[in-house]
């Protein structure tokens, strides 16, 4: 129901937007956020966004860096990845669900899913 695109191979200061395309239900009123999981770590909150877009949260890593935004209408969330680095390297997920603000980060409460796709960033 959440499918990811975009991702690829690119140079450290380089950018990359990816989107995840939502199908099979309207998740114009979840939450949506990114997560990512470097080889041979844990996986990561990178960002989310309410479903008004009122809302937004950046890990303190990507802050400054990347934008997360949605358009309802087309039942998409995108990632604007900017100034990528090496440590940015990692397979990219979409998460939604409904979710408070203090619980956006935690990546066990959400039940739907991408299949994820993979950030290299080369030096």
């Known amino acids: 129901q959440l499918e990811e695109s975009g991702g690829g191979l690119v140079q450290a200061g380089d950018s990359l937007t990816l989107s995840c395309a939502a199908s099979?239900?309207?998740?114009?009123?979840?939450?949506m956020a990114w997560f990512r999981q470097a080889p041979g770590k844990e996986r990561e909150f990178v960002a989310a966004?309410?479903?008004?877009?009122?809302?937004?949260d950046y890990a303190h890593s990507v802050k400054g860096r990347f934008t997360i935004s949605r358009d309802n209408t087309q039942n998409t969330v995108d990632l604007q990845m900017n100034s990528l680095k090496p440590e940015d390297t990692a397979v990219y997920y979409c998460?939604?669900?409904?979710?408070?603000?203090?619980?956006?980060?935690?990546?066990?409460?959400?039940?739907?899913w991408g299949g994820g796709t993979l950030v290299t960033v080369s030096s």
């Open positions: 966004i309410s479903w008004s877009s009122r809302a937004i």
């Open positions: 998460a939604a669900d409904y979710l408070s603000p203090d619980t956006i980060r935690v990546d066990s409460l959400y039940n739907y």
């Open positions: 099979g239900r309207t998740f114009s009123s979840y939450g």
